[in-house]
């Protein structure tokens, strides 16, 4: 059983930066899969970035070039860097895990965070 536990999340001016961090426990060696997703209310969850020892990393179009996910193997953490922020990207971010090697956009990652909140307002 993989725990996962987010920190990092914050309010914030349009413009500026957060880093969310999540560190994975409860499992003896690598996590291959890690992601953070976000879900706004009265939106669907969405995919922010995933990384992965099969395909690497992957974006939402909505994030490409502001937002960089990042990981720390050996502690099995996951980081997503997030630089000019905009209203949109107000949501709850959570962190996922997997043990498979891949996920693919259209499967489910299997552990999930409690997510943290992340505000962008003036």
């Known amino acids: 059983q993989v725990q996962l536990m987010e920190s990092g999340g914050g309010s914030v001016l349009p413009g500026g930066s957060l880093r969310l961090s999540c560190v994975a426990s409860g499992h003896t060696g690598n996590v291959p899969s890690m992601a953070w997703f976000r879900q706004a209310p009265g939106k669907e969850r969405e995919e922010v970035a995933s990384t992965n020892e099969v395909r690497g990393t992957r974006y939402a179009n909505s994030v490409k070039g502001r937002f960089t996910i990042s990981r720390d193997n050996a502690m099995n953490a996951v980081y997503l860097q997030m630089n000019d922020l905009k209203p949109e990207d107000t949501a709850m971010y959570y962190c996922?895990?997997?043990?498979?090697?891949?996920?693919?956009?259209?499967?489910?990652?299997?552990?999930w965070g409690q997510g943290t909140q992340v505000t962008v307002s003036t």
């Open positions: 996922a895990a997997d043990l498979r090697p891949w996920v693919s956009p259209n499967d489910r990652f299997t552990y």
